[in-house]
């Protein structure tokens, strides 16, 4: 058992809630990027396209993208500090894409603002002092 795991499991009752809501937010997002990517490569092999390949390689591409926001939100509830960087990113992201979404019109501009509330929320509660606190001490 290292240190850091021994601090993570000693600390672990006394998460601030912006961690766990960071946590689960970015989890939230690495989950559906994963389960796009499933689709993608099942619909891909169950499809009839000309253009084979393609879509198993997207598949592919957004299930190993999914996997880094479901481990560092795991790592964030285990109290390990390197999982906020890639946190971050994925809320960062976020934006963007919400932008883009907005700008297309129609339905979209309300899946946008949903998902650019997502992204503010994560990125507000993973730079909370609380869970700065939490996770790198208090200096």
Known sequence: ??????????????????????????????????????????????????????????????????????????????????GRSPAVLTNSICLPVAYYMWQSGGGMVAVGAAIGVVGLIGIVSLLNPRVTAVLYGDR
């Open 1 to 82: 058992m290292t240190a850091e795991s021994a601090t993570a499991t000693a600390t672990a009752p006394d998460r601030p809630v912006p961690l766990l809501v960071g946590a689960g937010i970015t989890a939230l997002e690495g989950a559906a990027m994963a389960g796009w990517g499933i689709y993608d490569l099942i619909s891909g092999f169950v499809g009839s396209g000309t253009d084979f390949g393609r879509t198993e390689m997207g598949g592919i591409v957004l299930l190993l993208m999914g996997l880094l926001p479901l481990m560092a939100g795991r790592a964030l509830l285990r109290g390990q500090k390197w």
